[in-house]
């Protein structure tokens, strides 16, 4: 029998993070996925391995388990088109992106024209190809576990 591990992420309070394995023994399991976990993890955003800051906002990025998760803080009046396309040079954001958001609204516009709200307590997943702005007097803040790594940095797509 092949045995085979699922490794995950998982968002604890006040801004840590918890990597976890789980592994199980399955005749039809995939042998070629990659375990880079050998232990628990934890770390925080209190304490970050990278910070980026853009006109009206901040990514911190933390590193743990083989991952890259981002925390962005977007203060009331940011926009992506204003505060990073400068930045990345693209039309619109072309980071996928796996979110949770923690506070704050953060409306979204895809470039098909379909727009949204997100709300403290929504998941989503954004593909390439949207603008994105806060609504209101209050920072919206996002754990990404997908579209960071390059967000924010020039020479790269966002």
Known sequence: MKSTSITG?????????LTFSYA?????ANTNMLDTMTK???KTFDKPDTVRTFPKGRLELVN?????????IFEPGW??????????KTK??????????????LHVKMD???????KP????????????WTVGKEAAVVVDFQGMVDYARANHQH
């Not at 992420?9 to 993070?17: D, F, P, Y």
């Not at 199980?24 to 039809?28: I, V």
Request: charged letters at 15%; aromatic letters at 8%; a negative charge.
């Open 9 to 17: 992420l998982m968002a604890l309070g006040a801004g840590a993070i």
């Open 64 to 72: 743990i388990g083989g991952a890259t998760i981002g925390r962005a």
């Open 112 to 118: 098909d024209g379909s727009e949204f709200d997100l």
């Open 92 to 105: 619109s954001c072309e980071a996928p992106h796996f979110q949770y958001h923690v506070a704050g609204v």
């Open 121 to 132: 307590g929504d998941i989503s997943i954004l593909p390439s190809g949207h603008d994105a």
């Open 79 to 88: 926009r992506w088109s204003t505060s990073v396309m400068p930045i990345a």
């Open 40 to 42: 628990a993890e934890a």
């Open 24 to 28: 199980f023994t399955n005749p039809k």
